[in-house]
């Protein structure tokens, strides 16, 4: 790893009761990726309406799907590294994922946002050619935004 941090930021996500996948990273086939942290935040005014339910979840690989875009940047620009990682978002149509497995879940309020940073040397860490996957299903209609932080 070369301490490379990257951000990707979905904008502003509608989400229904079907599981939207907001964004996929993919490694490089022999580079890990850790994955140090994760902002969801709400758009919601009803105090009455559902949490929505986010997914992290990782996959030995991905097919298929509709994706859209995300903003993506390195969190120091002076660094001359190129971004290695496949990352797409905003999926209108739900990509099929290969031995996925949910790691993380959380429920989140539309009215209020989760930042959570993951402790030096506990960061979820992907094997090279593998990826993650951030998704998330809402009981009513309601926008979140989501962002990310991991290290090439």
Same mark, same amino acid.
């Given at each position: $790893?070369?301490?490379?941090?990257?951000?990707?930021?979905?904008?502003?996500?509608?989400?229904?009761?079907?599981?939207?996948?907001?964004?996929?990273?993919?490694?490089?086939?022999?580079?890990?990726?850790?994955?140090?942290?994760?902002?969801?935040?709400?758009?919601?005014?009803?105090?009455?309406?559902?949490?929505?339910?986010?997914?992290? $979840?990782?996959?030995?690989?991905?097919?298929?799907?509709?994706?859209?875009?995300?903003?993506?940047?390195?969190? +120091?620009?002076?660094?001359?590294?190129?971004?290695?990682?496949?990352?797409?978002?905003? /999926?209108?149509?739900?990509?099929? /994922?290969?031995?996925?497995?949910?790691?993380?879940?959380?429920?989140?309020?539309?009215?209020?946002?989760?930042?959570? /940073?993951?402790?030096?040397?506990?960061?979820?860490?992907?094997?090279?050619?593998?990826?993650?996957?951030?998704?998330?299903?809402?009981?009513?209609? +309601?926008? $979140?935004?989501?962002?990310?932080? /991991?290290?090439?």
């Amino acid at each position: $790893m070369a301490d490379l941090l990257v951000q990707v930021a979905s904008g502003e996500v509608a989400l229904s009761s079907s599981a939207k996948t907001v964004f996929t990273v993919s490694a490089p086939s022999n580079q890990r990726l850790k994955i140090k942290g994760i902002e969801i935040f709400g758009k919601g005014t009803s105090n009455t309406d559902t949490p929505a339910k986010v997914e992290l $979840m990782t996959y030995a690989s991905i097919s298929g799907g509709t994706a859209g875009s995300v903003t993506t940047s390195k969190v +120091d620009g002076d660094m001359g590294e190129t971004v290695q990682a496949t990352i797409a978002g905003n /999926y209108s149509a739900e990509p099929t /994922y290969t031995t996925g497995v949910t790691v993380r879940t959380w429920d989140v309020h539309p009215q209020t946002g989760l930042v959570v /940073y993951f402790p030096l040397h506990d960061e979820i860490k992907i094997k090279g050619g593998a990826g993650f996957a951030l998704r998330a299903t809402q009981a009513q209609a +309601d926008t $979140m935004s989501f962002n990310l932080i /991991y290290e090439e």
